[in-house]
């Protein structure tokens, strides 16, 4: 087990290596940084002051290289840079402010270019809500899309099979943003005095007597369930098909044989079996929401990486897109490798060597 958790280590590595790489270089080929840091009435001292703040006067090698420098976990930098970008972590070396040190510390996204403030608190702002909304949409898809994956196999060929088919189907092919448009709008606005459900909101409000913050959790609703619709369709579709292939097996006519239930043998030993393509799914598309599902966040106000990360392209704010797709790209490896462990707890049949 240790050993391939390494070996997936190594590979997270690589691919987010990758990502720095493509994304340093596409950001390369827009807008001015220090225009769009300075605005346009920035004047050419200001212009020149902030190019040499954010490294623009240096040659593209080195821009990459202090890039890669700020967003590895492992980096040198002199104290008086520590300092000023309020590096978090542990450094040794000379105490002068033009020395270096070498360090262990929390990956530097840079700072806004509108609120000035570090990306990573940006994003940890709005990773609590992107949290809350892809828990609470897989969960809602992985419950509702086993049992109606199970209920189309053990009812293969009846109507049951059928409607969820074609229902998956349905959900599979409409995309999320159509989606988001259609439920906010039917729940929203139209049946709106039935449901009480909201158009838009987050999953706090502040009070305005104390400015505190408390949870509205009824906002939850709209946004997890239009973002839970394609992953439900494909778990369903997915438990199915694995689970006709393992009610196949010799082990369940064994398991029948032997005196067990239908119920006994369809969830304790067929359902088991028949999980891990559905476990690929669940991981891979719960890293995917939790990397941010853009368009459902947006339209529905929810406060999350999805809007920020909108919001950010919408002000050309590079920084904040940048660190949103790294972060977005360390949950994707982070999540394939939970995979890969849980592939072994689930089925014993798999052996991690």
Same mark, same amino acid.
């Given at each position: 087990?240790?050993?391939?958790?390494?070996? &997936?280590?190594?590979?997270?590595?690589?691919?987010?290596?990758?990502?720095?790489?493509?994304?340093?270089?596409?950001?390369?080929?827009?807008?001015?940084?220090?225009?769009?840091?300075? =605005?346009?009435?920035?004047?050419?001292?200001?212009?020149?002051?902030?190019?040499?703040?954010?490294?623009?006067?240096?040659?593209?090698?080195?821009?990459?290289?202090?890039?890669?420098?700020?967003?590895?976990?492992?980096?040198?930098?002199?104290?008086?840079?520590?300092?000023?970008? &309020?590096?978090?972590?542990?450094?040794?070396? =000379?105490?002068?402010?033009?020395?270096?040190?070498?360090?262990? &510390?929390?990956?530097?996204?840079?700072?806004?270019?509108?609120?000035? &403030?570090?990306?990573?608190?940006?994003?940890?702002?709005?990773?609590?809500?992107?949290?809350?909304?892809?828990?609470?949409?897989?969960?809602?898809?992985?419950?509702?899309?086993?049992?109606?994956?199970?209920?189309?196999?053990?009812?293969?060929?009846?109507?049951?099979?059928?409607?969820?088919?074609?229902?998956?189907?349905?959900?599979?092919?409409?995309?999320?943003?159509?989606?988001?448009?259609?439920?906010?709008?039917?729940?929203?606005?139209?049946?709106?005095?039935?449901?009480?459900?909201?158009?838009?909101?987050?999953?706090? /409000?502040?009070?305005?007597?104390?400015?505190?913050?408390?949870?509205?959790?009824? /906002?939850?609703?709209?946004?997890?369930?239009?973002?839970?619709?394609?992953?439900?369709?494909?778990?369903?579709?997915?438990?199915?098909?694995?689970?006709?292939?393992?009610?196949?097996?010799?082990?369940?006519?064994?398991?029948?044989?032997?005196?067990?239930?239908?119920?006994?043998?369809?969830?304790?030993?067929?359902?088991?079996?028949?999980?891990?393509?559905?476990?690929?799914?669940?991981?891979?598309?719960?890293?995917?929401?939790?990397?941010?599902?853009?368009?459902?966040?947006?339209?529905?106000?929810?406060? =999350?990486?999805?809007?920020?990360?909108?919001?950010?392209?919408? /002000?050309?704010?590079?920084?904040?897109?940048?660190?949103?797709?790294?972060?977005?790209?360390?949950?994707?490896?982070?999540? /394939?490798?939970?995979?890969?462990?849980?592939? =072994?707890?689930?089925?014993?049949?798999?052996?991690?060597?």
């Amino acid at each position: 087990m240790f050993h391939l958790l390494i070996k &997936k280590l190594l590979y997270g590595v690589l691919v987010l290596a990758g990502v720095v790489v493509i994304v340093f270089f596409i950001f390369q080929a827009f807008a001015d940084p220090a225009r769009l840091v300075a =605005g346009q009435t920035g004047d050419k001292k200001t212009m020149d002051n902030i190019r040499k703040e954010l490294y623009l006067d240096q040659p593209k090698w080195k821009q990459f290289l202090l890039y890669v420098n700020d967003v590895s976990p492992v980096s040198i930098d002199t104290k008086k840079e520590i300092e000023e970008k &309020k590096l978090h972590g542990f450094f040794i070396g =000379g105490n002068q402010p033009d020395s270096y040190q070498v360090g262990v &510390k929390i990956p530097y996204l840079r700072r806004s270019y509108q609120t000035k &403030k570090d990306v990573i608190d940006v994003l940890l702002d709005a990773l609590p809500g992107t949290l809350i909304l892809a828990v609470a949409a897989m969960f809602f898809a992985t419950i509702a899309g086993i049992f109606l994956g199970v209920l189309a196999a053990v009812k293969q060929n009846t109507w049951m099979d059928t409607s969820s088919i074609f229902a998956s189907v349905i959900g599979i092919s409409a995309p999320s943003f159509f989606m988001a448009i259609v439920i906010a709008y039917v729940f929203g606005i139209v049946l709106h005095s039935y449901t009480g459900l909201s158009l838009t909101g987050s999953w706090f /409000n502040i009070d305005e007597t104390n400015g505190e913050r408390y949870l509205t959790l009824q /906002n939850l609703i709209l946004p997890a369930i239009t973002l839970g619709i394609r992953p439900l369709a494909i778990i369903t579709q997915l438990t199915r098909s694995s689970m006709l292939d393992v009610l196949n097996q010799d082990f369940i006519r064994t398991a029948y044989a032997k005196g067990l239930s239908r119920r006994q043998v369809v969830y304790r030993h067929a359902l088991r079996n028949a999980l891990n393509p559905v476990i690929t799914a669940i991981t891979g598309w719960f890293a995917e929401l939790l990397a941010g599902a853009f368009f459902v966040e947006y339209i529905f106000g929810w406060q =999350g990486l999805g809007k920020v990360t909108v919001e950010a392209l919408e /002000n050309l704010d590079y920084p904040v897109v940048m660190g949103s797709v790294l972060f977005a790209a360390t949950i994707f490896v982070l999540v /394939n490798i939970l995979a890969d462990v849980l592939y =072994g707890i689930i089925d014993p049949r798999i052996k991690m060597k």
